[in-house]
């Protein structure tokens, strides 16, 4: 987008800042109704790399919803279950949910790639919703009427009013520090360390969990 061509102060009903499964799920749902949106998302394309694996029934049927779930089911492994071992190596748990009260199984799992491309993709079917990858938020202010944006993009600053900002800046959402609100909630202390597999030959379609009480660190 050519910076010099932008109109300072655009108003719209909705911005929404951060371009991720959050943001661009809800820029799908407000173009659907119509609501005129603007999404801010800092990265200059969706994510590459593999995160969130598991999608359930009530998100599947949000992608419903938006019209996606065919898109979004063709990348999914649908119905899928946990089976845990001991340290014998034999399994002593399994869960296998069989309910599926929203039309959808459970636990589904799916690669956060082609979910994020897809939802950019379809918000370009709504003429009231305008997506800017590239764009960072870098102030805010409100008044009993309107939001204010500051939007860095391209080196330059620009402005924009809303009627409502949405932030689905993610976890360590640059809105909720900048409103002072805490973080609320309970998480492991212990540092995870996930590795991707390309290509493995294991067709065994459940997580297997391996359990052993002595190889846990505090
Ligand atoms: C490295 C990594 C590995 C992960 N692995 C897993 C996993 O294995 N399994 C799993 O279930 N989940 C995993 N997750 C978590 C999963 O990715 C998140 O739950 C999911 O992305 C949350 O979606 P979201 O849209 O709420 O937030 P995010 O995906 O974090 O999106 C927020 C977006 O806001 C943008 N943004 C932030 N501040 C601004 C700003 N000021 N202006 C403009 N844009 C801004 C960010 O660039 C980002 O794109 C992982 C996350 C990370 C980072």
Redesign the pocket.
């Known amino acids: 987008m050519n910076m010099s061509e932008k109109v300072l102060n655009e108003k719209y009903e909705v911005v929404v800042?951060?371009?991720?499964?959050?943001?661009m799920t809800l820029a799908n749902l407000l173009g659907k109704y119509g609501v005129k949106t603007l999404v801010?998302?800092?990265?200059k394309h969706t994510v590459l790399e593999p995160?969130?694996?598991?999608i359930d029934d009530e998100s599947l049927r949000t992608m419903q919803a938006i019209g996606l779930h065919e898109k979004v089911k063709s990348f999914c492994a649908l119905d899928y279950g946990s089976v845990y071992y001991g340290v014998d190596a034999k399994p002593f748990a399994k869960i296998e949910p069989t309910a599926s009260e929203y039309g959808y199984p459970r636990r589904n799992a799916f690669s956060?790639p082609d979910l994020e491309a897809t939802l950019r993709e379809g918000a370009t079917r709504y003429e009231s919703v305008d997506v800017r990858f590239g764009?960072?938020?870098t102030h805010f202010t409100q008044d009993d009427n309107e939001v204010f944006i500051t939007v860095l993009a391209e080196g330059q600053t620009y402005d924009v009013r809303a009627d409502y900002l949405a932030a689905?800046?993610?976890?360590r959402s640059?809105t909720r520090t900048s409103l002072g609100v805490p973080l609320e909630g309970l998480t492991y202390g212990q540092k995870w360390l996930?590795i991707d597999i390309k290509g493995t030959k294991d067709t065994f379609r459940q997580t297997r969990v391996y359990c052993n009480p002595k190889r846990h660190w505090n």
Do not use: K, T
């Not at 801010?40 to 990265?43: D, I, V």
């Not at 689905?168 to 976890?171: I, R, Y």
């Open positions: 800042i951060g371009g991720g499964p959050s943001g801010l998302e800092q990265n995160r969130a694996v598991s956060q764009h960072v938020v689905a800046d993610g976890g640059f996930i």
